[in-house]
């Protein structure tokens, strides 16, 4: 399963970097074997090579923060057999636009 959340900005207008995280219900994810998480602008992707567990679901979010403001996406995942996930956005900033999509 892939999380991508897309960014628009006016960084190399304002020199307003972008910094992005992923966490998990409420905790930072952590690189691993079966975790890649990627900045490549405009794109952040968190990969999970394999969902097995139920626990492996939860509430996924891509927090992105520039000097002048911030926004997030949230995706719940649920693992029961099938990968269900279910976005929605919180946009805190006209100055950065995120979106995310499923792959």
């Given at each position: 399963?892939?999380?991508?959340?897309?960014?628009?900005?006016?960084?190399a207008v304002s020199g307003d970097a972008i910094r992005?995280?992923?966490?998990?219900?409420?905790?930072?994810?952590?690189?691993?074997?079966?975790?890649?998480?990627?900045?490549?602008?405009?794109?952040?992707?968190?990969?999970?090579?394999?969902?097995?567990?139920?626990?492996?679901?939860?509430?996924?979010?891509?927090?992105?923060?520039?000097?002048?403001?911030?926004?997030?996406?949230?995706?719940?995942?649920?693992?029961?057999?099938?990968?269900?996930?279910?976005?929605?956005?919180?946009?805190?900033?006209?100055?950065?636009?995120?979106?995310?999509?499923?792959?």
């Amino acid at each position: 399963m892939s999380l991508v959340c897309e960014f628009e900005s006016d960084e190399a207008v304002s020199g307003d970097a972008i910094r992005v995280i992923w966490m998990k219900d409420g905790v930072k994810v952590k690189p691993s074997k079966d975790i890649q998480v990627s900045w490549t602008p405009p794109e952040a992707r968190l990969t999970i090579q394999e969902l097995l567990y139920p626990d492996d679901g939860g509430l996924y979010v891509c927090k992105a923060r520039k000097n002048h403001g911030s926004v997030e996406s949230t995706s719940r995942v649920t693992v029961n057999g099938k990968i269900k996930v279910e976005t929605a956005f919180t946009y805190l900033s006209k100055s950065t636009v995120i979106e995310i999509k499923n792959r």
